[in-house]
Each structure stands twice: as structure tokens, then as C-alpha cells.
């Protein structure tokens, strides 16, 4: 079962270990979170620093704090979710989705109010306690319209309620194969356009190397995303962020990770291919950079 109190827990004490001179990491929201382990390619010092849920907004900021734990040279894979990286999330500005950044980030990165910050700060078992709360009234509920617990899904219905999440989490979405939808949404792609963009900016402040990837998904998700649809939300707003020589990896079409039994959503890769996977997108960035 979803346990905010164990996730907390486990973000904190991952950042308060990342290591150094580390080769590569990877950002960015569940996909990313999911997808990536390092320990698949020995040969070099890798770290997930994903946070599941998250955006760019705060991808920026984690980069600007944490950025010198990589090697100068070193590469961040940035990675961007199809369908919906460049949409409005609802979720995405309430404080609850803030709140789990108090552990790990400053006062001035945390969109909460600064007297909830402090307090939140100065006493985790406050928060620890109220999402305790949370978890008891809701009971039985759903734990959350946000799927990003792998915890929670079942091969049944997991696929259907992530494309529900989607939907309902973007007020002017009613499915995913429209692309006239885009249009609602201008005001939307250009902010997270300005959010990617601070990604890449500051890890080139760093010295560092980004490197753009869309991770793959199943078969069977894939046919409920029109290709106008992903070409409006998706490839239109990277036009502008992708520049000559940035490296820019494509898997959603990839045929190699189609298979519907790669997932445990048709989104988040298993513990087993999630490793084949990284192994593959390390090969590939390295015939790049």
C-alpha cells in the first residue's frame, strides 16, 4: 500500500547520500524514477535522482542544488514523459505536491509558504503525522488519482486508471488522440518550454552535458496516444528546447520495449528490463556525447 510517510523517508535519506564524481544521473518523474538503474553498467558511477511525481520546475532546481555531485563533463538525462511532460497537471501546484521537496531542498526553491516551510522543517514528524491522517480518512479509498506507486497497480486496470489520472489531472483533456486539444493548453507549453529550458541552462552552468530522452511504453498504451496528439504536446514544445549537438533519444516507438509484460503499467518498466533499458540508453548517449 501507498505510504507517504515511507516515501518521505526514502527521499531524504536518498539525496543525503549521493555520492560524488558521479558519471551520470538521471531527473525527472516516475518514467524516469522507474526506468534507470545504474547498476546495470558497472562501469560507470550513475545515480537516480528522480522524484515520482515531479516537473520540470523543480528538476531545475534539484540540478542547481545537486549538480555538484557529477563530474564536470559529466551527463544528466533529462528525461521527458510521453504524453503529458508539457501539460497542466493540476496536482503539480497544490502545497502537498511541494511539501516532500522541505527534506531535500532550501526555503527559497519550496513553492509553500514560508511559515509552512519552517514549521515543516523544524518538525518532519508534523508532516510525517498529518499525511497519517490523510492516509486513515481516506481509508479504503483509492490512496491517489496520481499513479505513481507501482505498489498499487494491478495488470488489469493499471494501464486504464493511469490514462484516467492523465485526463482528469488536465481539465481540458477528454482523451488522448485529439490533437486540436493543444490548443487549450498554449499559455501551459510555454511555461514548462521556460521550465525545461532552466534544466538545460543550469546544467550547463555546471558543466555539465544534458541529454534529452522520452522513455518507451507499451504496446498497448501506446495505441491509446494519437500520433497528432504526441506530435502537438509533446515534439512541437522540444522543438524549441532542442538544440544542435544536444543529445536526443526517442524510445516511444521502439519496438524492443513493446511488449506489454516490460511493464507494470505499460508505462514503468520492471525491475528486469528497467536494467536492459538503462544499459541501452548508456550506449546510446555514449556514441553521442
Same mark, same amino acid.
Given at each position: 500500500m501507498y505510504s507517504r510517510k515511507k516515501d518521505l523517508n526514502e527521499l531524504s535519506d536518498r539525496f543525503a547520500s549521493i555520492p *560524488?564524481?558521479?558519471?551520470?544521473?538521471?531527473?525527472? /518523474?516516475?518514467?524516469?524514477?522507474? $526506468?534507470f538503474d545504474w547498476s546495470a553498467v558497472p562501469e560507470i558511477s550513475g545515480f537516480n535522482m528522480a522524484v515520482a511525481p515531479e516537473d520540470f520546475r523543480y528538476d531545475a532546481r534539484i540540478i542547481k542544488h545537486y549538480g555538484g555531485h557529477i563530474k564536470r563533463g559529466g551527463v544528466v538525462v533529462v528525461v521527458v514523459v510521453c504524453p503529458l511532460s508539457f501539460g497542466s497537471n493540476d496536482y503539480l501546484y497544490k502545497n502537498s505536491f511541494s511539501?516532500?521537496? =522541505?527534506?531535500?531542498?532550501?526555503?527559497? $526553491?519550496?513553492? &509553500?509558504? *514560508?511559515? *509552512?516551510?519552517? &514549521?515543516?522543517?523544524?518538525?518532519?514528524?508534523?508532516?510525517? /503525522?498529518?499525511?497519517? =491522517?490523510?492516509?486513515?480518512?481516506?481509508? &479504503?479509498?483509492?490512496? !491517489? *488519482?496520481?499513479v505513481f506507486d507501482q505498489s498499487n497497480f494491478h495488470p488489469q486496470d493499471s494501464m486504464e486508471r493511469l490514462i484516467e489520472n492523465w485526463i482528469s489531472e488536465n481539465k481540458y483533456l477528454t482523451d488522448l488522440k485529439n490533437a486540436g486539444q493543444a490548443e487549450y493548453y498554449q499559455d501551459v507549453f510555454r511555461e514548462k518550454e521556460n521550465d525545461l529550458k532552466k534544466v538545460i541552462d543550469n546544467c550547463i552552468e555546471q558543466g555539465l552535458k544534458p541529454a534529452i530522452v522520452?522513455?518507451?511504453?507499451?504496446?498497448?498504451?501506446?495505441?491509446?496516444?494519437?500520433?497528432?496528439?504526441?506530435?502537438?504536446?509533446?515534439?512541437?514544445? &522540444?522543438? !524549441?528546447? =532542442?538544440?544542435e549537438g544536444m543529445p536526443f533519444l526517442d524510445y516511444i516507438d521502439d519496438e524492443r520495449y513493446y511488449d506489454d509484460s516490460f511493464y507494470t503499467n505499460g508505462l514503468f518498466l520492471t525491475p528486469e528490463k528497467r536494467k536492459y533499458f538503462t544499459q541501452n540508453v548508456w550506449k546510446d548517449i555514449s556514441k553521442i556525447v
Open positions: *560524488k564524481e558521479l558519471d551520470v544521473v538521471n531527473i525527472g /518523474s516516475g518514467p524516469s524514477y522507474y $526506468d511539501e516532500k521537496y =522541505v527534506s531535500i531542498l532550501p526555503a527559497s $526553491d519550496v513553492d &509553500l509558504p *514560508k511559515w *509552512k516551510y519552517s &514549521l515543516y522543517k523544524r518538525f518532519p514528524i508534523m508532516l510525517k /503525522s498529518k499525511n497519517l =491522517v490523510l492516509r486513515i480518512v481516506k481509508g &479504503l479509498q483509492r490512496r !491517489t *488519482k496520481r522520452i522513455p518507451p511504453m507499451s504496446k498497448r498504451l501506446r495505441k491509446h496516444i494519437s500520433d497528432e496528439f504526441i506530435e502537438r504536446f509533446v515534439y512541437d514544445n &522540444l522543438r !524549441t528546447i =532542442v538544440k
